[in-house]
Antibody
Framework: EVQLVESGGGLVQPGGSLRLSCAASGFTVSSNYMSWVRQAPGKGLEWVSVIYSGGSTYYADSVKGRFTISRDNSKNTLYLQMNSLRAEDTAVYYC????????????????WGQGTLVTVSS | EIVLTQSPGTLSLSPGERATLSCRASQSVSSSYLAWYQQKPGQAPRLLIYGASSRATGIPDRFSGSGSGTDFTLTISRLEPEDFAVYYCQQYGSSQYTFGQGTKLEIK
């Protein structure tokens, strides 16, 4: 069974840092495309970042230069290092999978974690 | 960046009625890269439709997707009480993903 479990959220002051983790089971993180998607309170979904199976990474303009996505293949875990946090980064952060099939890659999110709340406030 | 605009913002219908949700892109989107999600309060989004018209595993056949180019539609043929939720469209292009702002489907 595919499962994604996020952790690491919490309250942080503006300008601070936080690292989110997403532990995966039932599939191999490094063989798929993995993203972070966030949702500010009462707002819609915003894609944040993706790491491809080959290791390439991409970011939304709103977080470029401040956030870093990575993975630990030995732990089958995805990470999001968030630096220089701002009030507008306050959101529930979800990790999500885009499955890489034999001969094709999907670009939709078929599995999601339950989310972890990040609050940036003084 | 491709912008997705969903309409209406809120749709008020009764169980048993038909729901039609629209997603319009600022430029042409490959149908292969257009998906729809359902989100209920306090829950993660759930994939409904991918490739503009293919239902995800376990999704009832009352949900259907259609469209191409810049105009896409999610149709729920006969609303069940559990279908009242927020719906998002999503596209991929040039290593960027974007979501529409959502349509809230509420009970009339």
């Amino acid at each position: 069974e595919v499962q994604l479990v996020e952790s690491g959220g919490g309250l942080v002051q503006p300008g601070g840092s936080l690292r989110l983790s997403c532990a995966a089971s039932g599939f191999t993180v490094s063989s798929n495309y993995m993203s972070w998607v966030r949702q500010a309170p009462g707002k819609g979904l915003e894609w944040v970042s993706v790491i491809y199976s080959g290791g390439s990474t991409y970011y939304a303009d709103s977080v470029k230069g401040r956030f870093t996505i990575s993975r630990d293949n030995s732990k089958n875990t995805l990470y999001l290092q968030m630096n220089s946090l701002r009030a507008e980064d306050t959101a529930v952060y979800y990790c999500a999978r885009s499955e890489k099939l034999v001969g094709a890659t999907t670009y939709y999110f078929d599995y999601w974690g339950q989310g972890t709340l990040v609050t940036v406030s003084s | 960046e491709i912008v997705l605009t969903q309409s209406p913002g809120t749709l008020s219908l009764s169980p048993g009625e038909r729901a039609t949700l629209s997603c319009r892109a600022s430029q042409s989107v490959s149908s292969s890269y257009l998906a729809w999600y359902q989100q209920k309060p306090g829950q993660a989004p759930r994939l409904l439709i991918y490739g503009a018209s293919s239902r995800a595993t376990g999704i009832p056949d009352r949900f259907s997707g259609s469209g191409s180019g810049t105009d896409f539609t999610l149709t729920i043929s006969r609303l069940e009480p559990e279908d009242f939720a927020v719906y998002y469209c999503q596209q991929y292009g040039s290593s960027q993903y974007t979501f529409g702002q959502g349509t809230k489907l509420e009970i009339k």
